[in-house]
Nanobody
Framework: QVQLVESGGASVEAGGSLRLSCAGT????????MAWFRQVPGKEREGVAA???????KYASNVKGRFTISEDTAENTLHLQMNSLRPEDTAMYYC??????????????????WGQGTQVTVSS
């Protein structure tokens, strides 16, 4: 049974940094793509960043240059380093894994497994 468990969410002031982590267990085969999404109440889930197993990455335009996605394959852990945080980054952040993918995608339709989320709150 696949489980994704996020951690690292917190309340920070604008301009601050956070590092989110996602520990994955139960995979029979390494997922081809992993990604971070975020959602605020009343809005659709938004793709933030994705990484393919060969290291290719993709970022949403509103986080590019501020956020960095990385993967520790030895620990089966996905990270999201978030710098220069803004109030509009406030959301529940979710980790996701796709069994197969052709390229890193930030479309939620591509992903098979989801974590429960970790809350990030950025105050102005």
């Amino acid at each position: 049974q696949v489980q994704l468990v996020e951690s690292g969410g917190a309340s920070v002031e604008a301009g601050g940094s956070l590092r989110l982590s996602c520990a994955g267990t139960g995979f029979t085969h390494k997922p081809q793509c992993m990604a971070w999404f975020r959602q605020v109440p009343g809005k659709e889930r938004e793709g933030v960043a994705a990484i393919e197993s060969d290291g290719d990455t993709k970022y949403a335009s509103n986080v590019k240059g501020r956020f960095t996605i990385s993967e520790d394959t030895a620990e089966n852990t996905l990270h999201l380093q978030m710098n220069s945080l803004r109030p509009e980054d406030t959301a529940m952040y979710y980790c996701a894994a796709a069994k197969d993918c052709l390229w890193p995608s930030i479309s939620h339709y591509e992903y098979d497994y989801w974590g429960q989320g970790t809350q990030v709150t950025v105050s102005s």
